[in-house]
């Protein structure tokens, strides 16, 4: 069963075919990306564009033709804006920021793993308390008082993300890689005049990848939630480029009066979006789990 | 078991001295309190005199040196904003929030395990699948927007329930309380819904993935070879084995689920400590952030050490051995 | 032929016929237990013997009826004391195991509750097919750890698993086992876990047991040395087959199917002294694509082509192989 049989990649392929939902669930991710890449292609308004916006078509429910001469087909918020596109491009900028978040602490994060179980002792010990310390602390307030010391901003949000979030990766790679460390193979590699590097990209590395695949997906959608999370408690991104949460924020208060499509459309693509990533990583983690593989 | 407790004591009172430094460095290190304070038509003397009120011409050793011989004294300082003592401000609050987040994981787990137990006994079956996809959405959906969403049914749309506040409360033990009033509980559920939805999930999933490996197991076998009836082996066997990561979570959770409370609280205006702490990093309110991260800091570690001692209880392979 | 049992010779108090129990799986269906026949006197110790993935744990689980999904007992019938086991409801099932037939397993840590006391989990077994209080159900599962010889069994009610060595944990998930008077224990490798010297001591107290309470036993191993130590009657399994039975000193003595003779010539006590050790070459085939015929005949010498089609069981009841060449130059049986 160890061994290096048929590539542990095409294995997992065959595999994740199997479940209907998450193979849905992996299309929408893909259709959600292509919609979000091509937002200014399909979107019938460019919603950063405020000289092309009029008050008179302020929450307008949907359907409403508006003085573009096009139906507003999920209405439009309180500047005049087409909901649909703002979606779309909503979703960019919720996805830049996940994806982004989730590559930067995927790197830190097992970096530092793998330096911690590459390098025992007090090393090790020192790094991985602080590590798991930061793990019993909740992201959200660590996100919520970064943001605030950071400032407003992209970068400072992902910064803050980041921050939130590389523990995980750092606790999965360190516990792959220790447990791939303490392999024959390796104390093998390490008695041969191998560099260090070499055993890392070539033996460690793949090895703790799945398991880091996994995370990262988790992270990603969890990223995208935190983030739509800060901006609707008015610490997020700028208003000039509305993530996702922020339109939400905007149309909270219009909810009471029965102008529910402000908020409600964001926020149904918002979770479509995390649950369809969600329901892949789920799946992923099920396969890879050995202890129900017998 | 006592030795034991003693290190475990020692180390939370490690941690808490090292995360007060990073809290009081990290908070210094946000905006310029002096905006805050004082107002821009103010004379040089005022501000002289604000400054020094609130200790700000000292160095931040000295600052933090100050902080921590006042905090061991029970003072926290003084909010920039309200201006008024940070400890009965917090303390003020804390017993609407401890009430909320209590009732939210309380429910949670009672709701969350058996749900995880079945779906994991019967991993196949459509039930099981319905509670897997109720519990990614529960995991998946922002808690902000769960809220919106349960007030634009319950409170706007049909009216049955309100939208915020606490309702009336009850003094009991010195402090008021919502869950002993029924006009406090239909204030109290929704917001211990919203808040209570992720844990759900959690516990649903922990209870899942336990119950499926015991399912599997040699000690599952041997109960059934005996003539246990399933039900028997679920309640006794299983529940026993799967209850210490459980405990273990419940507490974790239980920490964590007080930093959620920040938007719960928020979106239900419910007066607590998580609308306080929104407030004071939006205004720059330092001392409310500091005695607040502190104090949470302080609830995790006495927290973690109950998860220990419990562990303790639970797992008789630990109660000798661990004390090394 | 004499009665197989060496103490009665009255009906079988377990009748196992043409058992067969398949996995159902991704890669195609495992034949796990094909065809398995054999019966079982009161009192009487049987050795079940294999290597690993031969079938005999399954056939084991099948005898209780707790074959793990995606497998199922698809055909053949199973009786206890004339009562048919195959196709019985769960809760019909269920009342039957435990009381009537029991199962021990390999590795007692694994199978006792690590978190209940041994008091506990005895009173779990006795309540689920008697209504006992909570002071006679202690009184039962002291007089049950007694008897398995564990001292100061009052006392030890109250201790959790790990504070026992692992032969006394044996001995608990023995006593369990017998905690009702049970007619039949199937014990799957009870001993391996074991270190060799608590192996003796608990398979001949096993013995004496089955003997003074009429239990008989069904005892699997891969290791036939424990096991002739043990059985009145050895059954040799093969790719989910019983390729050989017979009395104990008959199979050890003159076995007949090549593949029985190989498993002794790997024992170190049949070896002749100053030779090696001999193995059986090749490996257990996979039960997903067995081989045509003989699943034997990859590893046999004596394969022929007559050995592409498969060997019956030899007719005479109690004495049996399945095979087109068997070894009949040893001592006649």
Same mark, same amino acid.
């Given at each position: 069963?160890? @061994?290096?049989?048929?590539s542990?990649?095409r294995n997992?392929?065959?595999?994740f075919?199997?479940?209907r939902?998450?193979?849905?669930?992996?299309?929408?991710?893909?259709?959600?990306l292509?919609?979000?890449?091509?937002?200014?292609?399909?979107?019938?308004q460019d919603?950063? @564009?405020?000289?092309?916006?009029?008050?008179?078509?302020?929450?307008?429910?949907?359907?409403?033709?508006?003085?573009?001469?096009?139906?507003?087909?999920?209405?439009? @918020?309180?500047?005049g804006?087409?909901?649909?596109?703002?979606?779309?491009?909503?979703?960019?900028?919720?996805?830049?920021?996940?994806?982004?978040?989730?590559?930067?602490?995927?790197?830190?994060?097992?970096?530092?793993?793998?330096?911690?179980?590459?390098?025992?002792g007090?090393?090790?010990?020192?790094?991985?308390?602080?590590i798991?310390?930061?793990?019993?602390?909740?992201?959200?307030l660590?996100?919520?008082?970064?943001?605030?010391?950071?400032?407003?901003?992209?970068?400072?949000?992902?910064?803050?993300?980041?921050?939130?979030?590389?523990?995980?990766?750092a #606790?999965?790679?360190?516990?792959?890689?220790?447990?791939?460390?303490?392999?024959?193979?390796?104390?093998?590699a390490?008695?041969?005049?191998?560099?260090?590097?070499?055993?890392?990209?070539?033996?460690?590395?793949?090895?703790?990848?799945?398991?880091?695949?996994?995370?990262?997906t988790?992270?990603?959608?969890y990223?995208?939630?935190l983030?739509?999370?800060?901006?609707?408690?008015?610490?997020?991104l700028?208003?000039?480029?509305?993530?996702?949460?922020?339109?939400?924020?905007?149309?909270?208060?219009?909810?009471?009066?029965?102008?529910y499509?402000?908020? /409600?459309?964001?926020?149904?693509?918002?979770?479509?979006?995390? /649950?369809?990533i969600?329901?892949?990583?789920?799946?992923?983690?099920?396969?890879?789990?050995p #202890?129900?593989?017998? | 078991?006592?030795?034991f407790?003693?290190k475990r004591?020692?180390? =939370?009172?490690?941690?808490?001295?090292?995360?007060?430094?990073?809290?009081?460095?990290?908070v210094?290190?946000?905006?310029?309190?002096?905006?805050?304070?004082?107002?821009?038509?103010?004379?040089?003397d005022?501000?002289?005199?604000?400054?020094?009120?609130?200790?700000?011409?000292?160095?931040?050793?000295?600052?933090?040196?100050?902080?921590?011989?006042?905090?061991?004294?029970?003072?926290?300082?003084?909010s920039?904003?309200?201006?008024?003592p940070?400890?009965?401000?917090?303390?003020?609050?804390?017993? %609407?929030?401890?009430?909320?987040?209590l009732?939210?994981?309380? =429910? %949670?787990?009672?709701?969350?395990?058996?749900l995880?137990?079945?779906?994991?006994?019967? $991993?196949?079956?459509?039930?099981?699948?319905a509670?897997?996809?109720?519990?990614?959405l529960?995991?998946?959906? $922002?808690?902000?927007?769960?809220?919106?969403?349960l007030?634009?049914?319950?409170?706007?749309?049909? =009216?049955?329930? $309100?939208?915020?506040?606490?309702?009336?409360?009850?003094?009991?033990? =010195?402090?008021?309380?919502?869950?002993?009033?029924?006009?406090?509980w239909?204030?109290?559920v929704?917001?211990?819904?919203?808040?209570?939805?992720?844990?759900?999930?959690?516990?649903?999933?922990?209870?899942?993935?336990?119950t499926?490996?015991?399912?599997?197991?040699?000690?599952?076998?041997?109960?059934?070879?005996?003539?246990?009836?399933?039900?028997t082996?679920?309640?006794?066997?299983?529940l026993?084995?799967?209850?210490?990561?459980?405990?273990?979570?419940?507490?974790?959770?239980?920490?964590?689920?007080?930093?959620?409370?920040?938007?719960?609280?928020?979106?239900?205006?419910?007066?607590?400590?998580g609308?306080?702490?929104?407030?004071?990093?939006?205004?720059l309110?330092?001392?409310?952030?500091? %005695?607040?991260?502190?104090?949470?800091?302080?609830?995790?570690?006495?927290i973690?050490?109950?998860?220990d001692i419990?562990?303790?209880?639970?797992?008789?392979?630990?109660?000798?051995?661990?004390?090394? | +032929?004499?009665?197989?049992?060496?103490?009665?010779?009255?009906?079988?108090?377990?009748?196992?016929?043409?058992?067969?129990?398949?996995?159902h799986?991704?890669?195609?269906?495992?034949?796990?237990?094909?065809?398995?026949?054999?019966?079982?006197h009161?009192?009487?110790?049987?050795?079940l013997?294999?290597?690993?993935g031969?079938?005999?744990?399954?056939?084991?689980?099948?005898?209780?009826?707790?074959?793990?999904?995606p497998?199922?007992v698809?055909?053949?019938?199973?009786?206890l004391?004339?009562?048919?086991l195959?196709?019985?409801?769960?809760?019909?099932l269920?009342?039957?195991?435990?009381?009537?037939?029991?199962?021990?397993?390999?590795?007692? +840590?694994?199978?006792? &509750?690590?978190v209940?006391?041994?008091?506990?989990?005895?009173q779990?077994?006795? &309540?689920? !097919?008697?209504?006992?209080?909570?002071?006679?159900?202690r009184?039962r599962s002291?007089?049950?750890?007694?008897?398995?010889?564990?001292p100061?069994a009052?006392?030890?009610?109250?201790?959790?698993?790990?504070?026992?060595?692992?032969?006394?944990?044996?001995?608990?998930?023995?006593?369990?086992?017998?905690?009702?008077?049970?007619?039949?224990i199937?014990?799957?490798?009870?001993t391996t876990?074991l270190?060799?010297?608590?192996?003796?001591?608990?398979?001949?107290?096993?013995?004496?047991?089955?003997?003074?309470m009429?239990?008989?036993l069904?005892?699997?191993? !891969?290791?036939?040395?424990?096991?002739?130590?043990?059985?009145?009657r050895?059954l040799?399994?093969?790719?989910?087959?019983?390729?050989?039975?017979?009395p104990?000193a008959?199979?050890l003595?003159?076995?007949?199917?090549p593949?029985?003779?190989?498993?002794?010539?790997s024992?170190?006590?049949?070896a002749?002294?100053?030779?090696?050790?001999?193995?059986?070459?090749?490996?257990?085939?996979?039960?997903? &694509?067995?081989?045509?015929?003989c699943?034997f005949?990859?590893?046999?010498?004596?394969?022929?082509?007559?050995?592409?089609?498969a060997?019956?069981?030899?007719?005479?009841?109690?004495?049996?192989?399945r095979? !087109?060449?068997p070894?009949?130059?040893?001592?006649?049986?």
């Open positions: 069963m160890t @061994d290096k049989a048929v542990p990649w997992l392929w065959v595999r075919r199997e479940d939902i998450a193979l849905a669930a992996l299309v929408v991710v893909g259709i959600i292509l919609l979000a890449l091509f937002a200014p292609f399909i979107a019938p919603p950063y @564009d405020l000289s092309g916006l009029s008050l008179r078509d302020a929450r307008r429910p949907p359907g409403w033709v508006g003085s573009g001469g096009y139906v507003h087909w999920l209405g439009t @918020d309180a500047q804006r087409d909901l649909l596109s703002a979606i779309l491009y909503g979703l960019g900028v919720s996805i830049q920021i996940g994806i982004f978040a989730g590559a930067v602490g995927l790197v830190i994060g097992t970096t530092i793993g793998i330096l911690a179980a590459y390098h025992r007090w090393f090790e010990t020192v790094l991985m308390r602080i798991d310390l930061q793990l019993s602390f909740p992201p959200i660590l996100a919520l008082v970064l943001v605030a010391a950071l400032g407003q901003g992209k970068a400072q949000l992902i910064a803050a993300l980041v921050a939130a979030q590389y523990a995980y990766f #606790r999965t790679a360190f516990g792959a890689a220790s447990a791939e460390r303490s392999k024959d193979y390796i104390e093998a390490r008695a041969t005049p191998l560099s260090n590097t070499r055993i890392v990209f070539r033996h460690i590395l793949p090895n703790a990848m799945p398991a880091l695949i996994v995370v990262a988790v992270q990603v959608a990223a995208i939630a983030e739509s999370t800060l901006s609707f408690l008015g610490l997020g700028p208003v000039t480029e509305p993530s996702l949460g922020m339109l939400i924020s905007n149309g909270v208060k219009y909810m009471m009066s029965g102008r499509w402000i908020s /409600v459309y964001p926020g149904i693509a918002l979770i479509i979006l995390i /649950v369809a969600n329901l892949v990583g789920d799946h992923v983690r099920d396969i890879l789990n #202890r129900l593989n017998r | 078991m006592s030795s407790l003693l004591l020692l180390q =939370g009172v490690v941690i808490m001295a090292a995360m007060s430094v990073i809290v009081f460095a990290g210094y290190a946000i905006g310029n309190p002096l905006d805050v304070l004082i107002p821009p038509e103010a004379t040089q005022v501000r002289e005199r604000t400054i020094a009120r609130f200790g700000l011409d000292k160095s931040l050793v000295e600052q933090y040196f100050l902080f921590i011989s006042n905090l061991l004294k029970g003072d926290l300082g003084l920039y904003i309200y201006n008024e940070v400890l009965s401000l917090i303390g003020n609050r804390l017993p %609407a929030t401890l009430e909320l987040v009732t939210a994981v309380l =429910g %949670a787990t009672l709701i969350g395990v058996p995880g137990i079945y779906a994991g006994y019967k $991993p196949h079956g459509f039930a099981a699948r509670i897997m996809a109720i519990s990614i529960g995991f998946s959906v $922002p808690t902000f927007w769960v809220g919106l969403i007030i634009l049914t319950f409170a706007v749309s049909l =009216g049955w329930l $309100p939208s915020g506040g606490r309702g009336e409360t009850v003094e009991f033990l =010195g402090i008021e309380w919502s869950v002993l009033t029924l006009n406090g239909s204030h109290l929704l917001p211990a819904i919203n808040l209570a939805l992720f844990k759900l999930a959690i516990m649903v999933r922990l209870a899942r993935a336990g499926r490996e015991v399912m599997l197991s040699d000690t599952v076998k041997f109960a059934r070879a005996a003539g246990l009836s399933e039900m082996i679920l309640s006794r066997h299983v026993k084995l799967i209850s210490i990561p459980i405990v273990t979570v419940f507490g974790l959770e239980l920490a964590s689920t007080l930093a959620f409370a920040v938007v719960t609280e928020t979106i239900f205006s419910w007066p607590g400590v609308k306080l702490i929104i407030d004071s990093i939006k205004n309110d330092r001392p409310v952030m500091v %005695a607040y991260l502190i104090l949470t800091a302080g609830l995790f570690v006495t973690n050490l109950c998860v419990a562990y303790a209880l639970l797992d008789p392979r630990l109660r000798r051995g661990r004390a090394e | +032929m004499s009665g197989a049992s060496p103490t009665t010779s009255d009906a079988p108090i377990l009748e196992v016929s043409d058992l067969t129990t398949q996995f799986t991704r890669a195609g269906v495992v034949k796990a237990v094909d065809g398995v026949s054999f019966s079982l009161k009192g009487e110790i049987i050795g013997v294999g290597e690993s031969s079938g005999k744990s399954v056939t084991g689980f099948s005898l209780i009826g707790l074959v793990d999904p497998g199922r698809v055909s053949g019938s199973v009786k004391d004339g009562q048919e195959v196709g019985l409801s769960p809760a019909a269920r009342k039957v195991r435990g009381a009537r037939i029991a199962m021990v397993f390999q590795d007692p +840590m694994m199978t006792l &509750n690590p209940l006391t041994i008091g506990q989990q005895m779990l077994a006795l &309540n689920a !097919h008697e209504k006992l209080s909570k002071s006679a159900a009184a002291t007089d049950a750890l007694t008897r398995v010889g564990i100061d009052e006392a030890r009610l109250d201790a959790y698993p790990h504070q026992f060595s692992g032969g006394m944990r044996q001995r608990v998930a023995i006593a369990i086992a017998l905690l009702h008077g049970t007619r039949v199937v014990a799957d490798e009870p876990a270190d060799v010297s608590i192996q003796a001591q608990i398979l001949s107290e096993m013995r004496e047991l089955a003997r003074e009429g239990t008989a069904v005892w699997i191993s !891969h290791d036939l040395s424990t096991v002739s130590a043990l059985a009145d050895i040799v399994m093969y790719a989910g087959r019983i390729v050989e039975e017979g104990t008959q199979v003595r003159a076995p007949r199917h593949y029985t003779a190989g498993l002794l010539r024992l170190p006590a049949m002749e002294p100053g030779t090696d050790l001999e193995q059986i070459p090749g490996t257990t085939p996979s039960l997903l &694509n067995l081989p045509q015929g699943p005949r990859p590893r046999c010498d004596r394969a022929t082509d007559l050995c592409s089609e060997p019956p069981m030899t007719p005479e009841t109690g004495r049996g192989y095979c !087109h060449h070894l009949l130059d040893g001592t006649p049986a």
